[in-house]
Structure formats: C-alpha cells, structure tokens
Antibody, heavy 113, light 107 residues
Framework: QVRLQQWGAGLLKPSETLSLTCGVY????????WTWIRQPPGKGLEWIGDINHSGSTNCNPSLKSRITMSLDTSKYQFSLKVTSVTAADAAVYYC????????WGQGTLVTVS | AIQLTQSPSSLSASVGDRVSITCRAS??????LAWYQQKPGKAPKLLIY???SLESGVPSRFSGSGSGTDFTLTISSLQPEDFASYYCQQFHSYPLTFGGGTKVDIK
C-alpha cells in the first residue's frame, strides 16, 4: 500500500519562501518520478514540476525561476520550495507519484497574507 | 506548451445517464492522456491513463477513448458517487498540462 504524506507551512507573508515536503510510505522510491501540482481555490489544476530518482527536474516555465525541487532518497522524501510568494501562489499544493499521479498526498492549503 | 480544452465546462445529469466529456489537445499527443476525478476537498483520483487504460480499482462504467488530439471520457451509467469534477492531463511533453475541468452535478 503506497501512501504520500505531505507537510509544510500553510500561512506565509508576501515575499516569503514556501517550503513543502512529501514523504513516501510503501513502494519503490527510485523507480518513479515525483510531482508537485497546485490548485488555487475554486480553480483547476496546475502542474508545477517533477523530479526523478537521480534528481533531474522538469518545471513549469511560469514558475521556473522561483522553484527548487529536491529529494532525499535515504528518507523517501522529496521537497518543493517556491521563493518570493505572492497572493497568486495561494493554492492547495499536492504531491503525487509519477507523471500520471497514481498516488497523491492529502494536499496542503497555502495562504499568502 | 500543449493546451487542453475540455468541454463542456459543466453539465447536469441524472443517475443512470450516459455522460461524455471531451478533451482536445492543441497538438498531437498520441495516447499520452490521463483522466482524473476530483471531489470537493479531496485530492484528484486517477481514473484512466494512456487514454483508454482503466486504473486498477476504478469501476468499469468509466472508459476512455481517443488518440492524437481528440479524447473522450465516458461514464456509461452515472452513479450518485460520480458527481464530481473531471480533469484531463497530457503527459506527452513538458510542461505537463491539465484541461480546465468539467463539473458534473445532479439534474
């Protein structure tokens, strides 16, 4: 049984850095890429980026200059940082396994105020 | 970036109805398309991958079809638990993109 559990600060001030981590429980860590997706309140899904087992990343060009993704294979965790947040970054942030998201974290509501 | 256009953006239907949602890609993506269901306050759930492959545990009333630029998600007989929002996603090329979503509610 695979489970993704995510955590991180949910209330930020403008210009601060958003930092989220996703822990993977069960299943292989190195066999998959790991994805971040966000959803502004009442709106659709936006792909943020992904990272594979070797640390190679792909990012949404709209966010590329502000995001950093990393992983810790020893802890079965991967992380997202978004710098200089604004109100436009307020959303529920999800982590997921693979490019087709067969498993998802529970979501973290990030408020910028 | 590849744009995905879903239609309709919302629809009202009754239990037992056959429902179809379409997703059109701005360029060919072969069969690299997934469909998700999302209920309020919950993470999306993968229904279909590779355009027509049913994810394990998903009821057989859900089906997907299409390739290239035009895709369809069909629910053969709508059940009460199917009232939700549905999204398509292409994974043919980066950046990965989602359609705008279709909300299915009760008529």
């Amino acid at each position: 049984q695979v489970r993704l559990q995510q955590w991180g600060a949910g209330l930020l001030k403008p210009s601060e850095t958003l930092s989220l981590t996703c822990g993977v429980y069960g299943g292989s860590f190195s066999a998959y890429s790991w994805t971040w997706i966000r959803q502004p309140p009442g709106k659709g899904l936006e792909w943020i980026g992904d990272i594979n087992h070797s640390g190679s990343t792909n990012c949404n060009p709209s966010l590329k200059s502000r995001i950093t993704m990393s992983l810790d294979t020893s802890k079965y965790q991967f992380s997202l940082k978004v710098t200089s947040v604004t109100a436009a970054d307020a959303a529920v942030y999800y982590c997921a396994r693979g490019r087709t998201g067969e498993y998802w974290g529970q979501g973290t509501l990030v408020t910028v105020s | 970036a590849i744009q995905l256009t879903q239609s309709p953006s919302s629809l009202s239907a009754s239990v037992g109805d056959r429902v179809s949602i379409t997703c059109r890609a701005s360029q060919g993506i072969s069969s690299a398309l997934a469909w998700y269901q999302q209920k309020p306050g919950k993470a999306p759930k993968l229904l279909i991958y590779d355009a027509s492959s049913l994810e394990s545990g998903v009821p057989s009333r859900f089906s997907g079809s299409g390739s290239g630029t035009d895709f369809t998600l069909t629910i053969s007989s709508l059940q009460p638990e199917d009232f939700a929002s549905y999204y398509c996603q292409q994974f043919h090329s980066y950046p990965l993109t989602f359609g705008g979503g279709t909300k299915v509610d009760i008529k």
